[in-house]
């Protein structure tokens, strides 16, 4: 396996991740994508149904990517809605807004910063996926398994990441509450 052909195996794999566990999410629990889509102006009403067919289409999406040899038309969609994404996440964000986007199921945690910023790493990642694609990269079923393998170990390592940060367990403060013995 070349380097380009590894390159391109791991980003479409870590796509497929990320849509395969996104979509679920929004087709088990539909409803706080669904208000997520009135809060970003995309719908006039909280209507379950509709976020149930785009966690739908992210699902066909993540299959696409895992049984396209060639890539391209899959990778261009990906790209296409992760450009899509980050410019209405983007749009809200620039507009003061902070509530939930419900894009991975997590209904709590408010918009920032930091959701753009992963938006446009994906976006990033897609683009890769998409150049190496055109560029004449092919993988096989069994590069794209393993690509499948390394962008799972790299999406569970980006979650760990994230909730470090967010839980911070290794804070210098947390003596301070447990009384010395």
């Excluded at 997590?106 to 890769?128: D, F």
Aim: overall charge positive; hydrophobic content about 55%; aromatic content about 4%.
């Amino acid at each position: 396996m070349t380097a380009a052909t590894a390159s391109s195996a791991a980003a479409t794999g870590l796509l497929i991740v990320v849509f395969a566990w996104s979509g679920p999410t929004k087709i088990a629990r539909p409803f706080g994508a669904a208000v997520a889509l009135t809060r970003f102006r995309l719908a006039r009403h909280v209507r379950p149904t509709v976020a149930r067919v785009i966690g739908i289409g992210e699902l066909a999406l993540a299959l696409a990517l895992l049984l396209d040899p060639v890539g391209i038309g899959s990778l261009a969609a990906a790209a296409t809605v992760l450009a899509v994404f980050s410019a209405v996440v983007t749009r809200a964000v620039r507009a003061g807004e902070t509530f939930p986007c419900a894009c991975f199921g997590n209904e709590q945690r408010p918009l920032s910063a930091a959701t753009i910023v992963r938006n446009l790493a994906l976006l990033a990642v897609a683009g890769a996926g998409l150049a190496a694609a055109v560029a004449g990269v092919r993988t096989t079923a069994a590069e794209r398994a393993y690509g499948l393998v390394l962008g799972a170990l790299l999406a569970c390592s980006v979650l760990l990441l994230d909730r470090l940060a967010e839980t911070r367990p290794f804070r210098s403060d947390l003596d301070l509450h447990h009384g010395a013995s």
